[in-house]
């Protein structure tokens, strides 16, 4: 059973917000473990786009800085990612991933390999 599940894709103009969500059962989450958000658009490598880590830090790829917000609720259980100012560029599969118990963040772009679970993803597709 996969622990992570993404929602709240969807179709959007650009300029437009969304909210993904990423429901986590089965696995210890509370602050143990980073969490992070990556997306994967057609004919490109998978890419980091936020991070939060075990103290509630948080870290963006650049292209994401001022426009994408990563959070989590604990009680609930989820992770969160708030998308505002859509561009067409930001089409691609967004996927969640937990790293091992009580690991904390590597820089964006590095260690992908301490990410020990995935989602099954969720698709956002921007036109302009």
């Known amino acids: 059973q996969v622990p992570l599940a993404e929602s709240g894709g969807g179709s959007v103009q650009a300029g437009g917000s969304l909210r993904l969500s990423c429901t986590v059962s089965?696995?210890?989450?509370?602050?143990?473990?980073?969490m992070g958000w990556f997306r994967q658009a057609p004919g490109k490598e998978r890419e980091g786009v936020a991070t939060?880590?075990?103290?509630?830090?948080?870290t963006y790829t650049d292209s994401v800085k001022g426009r994408f917000t990563i959070s989590k609720d604990v009680a609930r259980g989820t992770l969160y990612l708030q998308i505002n100012s859509l561009k067409s560029e930001d089409t691609a599969m967004y996927y969640c991933?937990?790293?091992?118990?009580?690991?904390?963040?590597?820089?964006?772009?590095?260690?992908?390999?301490?990410?020990?679970?995935w989602g099954q993803g969720t698709q956002v597709t921007v036109s302009s």
């Open positions: 089965g696995l210890s989450y509370t602050n143990s473990r980073c």
């Open positions: 991933a937990a790293a091992g118990l009580r690991q904390s963040c590597p820089a964006i772009g590095s260690r992908d390999g301490v990410y020990l679970y």
């Open positions: 939060i880590d075990i103290d509630g830090s948080t």
